[in-house]
């Protein structure tokens, strides 16, 4: 998530890279069974790694596309197998959610396994997804949010609410990872309910960013915002949640 106090210099980035060997299954079988030598079929993905605000989500970009446009989440395995590539990052002990931008590949982990673990086989996830050549979403696995879509019967203060999120929030959250999404307005008490997505979620600078960033930038642009707020976990997150806490219970016994 792009937290909008970073803007005013509180972010900090760092770069890392990884020059790693993609091979498909299919040249690794035909090579044995032929002897052929593997350098010709192998390629090279630079995958760089960008963290977040959120010490258990970081970034990963594959310098390809993941997404033609917009962002995609997953919060558990269930709904992952939309996705041979969140399949895939979901099959790594310590994985608990997954999130897609056009660009970047968010991994959010468990307090249990450290990122010197994960990121070894985050990275062979990926490379090995790319030399694969399925596609990131199966068809009729993408699930469009438009929750921020300005609908014909949104009234000018809830079309103005949306509109402020798809030219100048959005885009900055999405740098970090995240993504927000809109969730409902009360015109008698001023308050705009929001759901943050990816690195965003669970982020302890979360509550900031909520209150400093975006709820002061609305209330500037639509005086009739007095307050922004985050909405509670629904379905998929409690479920999700409820599945990892009962798989680190059983790790521990």
């Not at 994985?95 to 990122?115: A, H, M, S």
């Not at 007095?226 to 379905?235: C, M, Q, Y």
Request: aromatic share 8%.
């Amino acid at each position: 998530m792009q937290c909008l106090e970073a803007q005013k210099g509180m972010h900090t980035s760092a770069y890392t890279g990884l020059f790693a060997s993609l091979r498909t299954s299919t040249a690794v079988t035909q090579a044995r069974a032929t002897g052929r030598d593997m350098t010709s079929s192998r390629r090279s993905l630079f995958i760089q790694v960008e963290k977040t605000p959120n010490p258990t989500s970081m970034m990963f970009l594959p310098g390809k596309p993941v997404l033609e446009s917009g962002t995609q989440g997953f919060l558990t395995a269930r709904e992952s197998m939309a996705s041979p590539l969140a399949k895939a990052l979901f099959q790594i002990d310590g994985v608990q959610q997954v999130f897609f931008g056009t660009n970047f590949v968010t991994v959010t982990k468990t307090d249990t396994y450290p990122w010197a673990v994960l990121k070894p086989d985050i990275f062979a996830a990926i490379t090995d997804f790319y030399s694969s050549g399925k596609p990131v979403l199966l068809e009729g696995g993408a699930v469009e949010n438009l929750d921020n879509v300005i609908n014909d019967d949104d009234d000018e203060v809830v079309a103005m609410i949306k509109e402020l999120l798809e030219t100048r929030i959005r885009p900055a959250v999405q740098e970090d990872g995240g993504d927000v999404s809109y969730k409902g307005f009360d015109p008698d008490s001023g308050i705009v309910t929001l759901k943050m997505l990816g690195a965003c979620s669970g982020c302890p600078s979360s509550a900031i960013t909520l209150k400093n960033g975006i709820e002061n930038m609305m209330s500037h642009y639509v005086p009739e915002v007095k307050g922004v707020v985050e909405a509670p976990a629904d379905e998929s997150e409690q479920a999700g949640l409820a599945a990892f806490n009962e798989l680190e219970k059983h790790l521990s016994n």
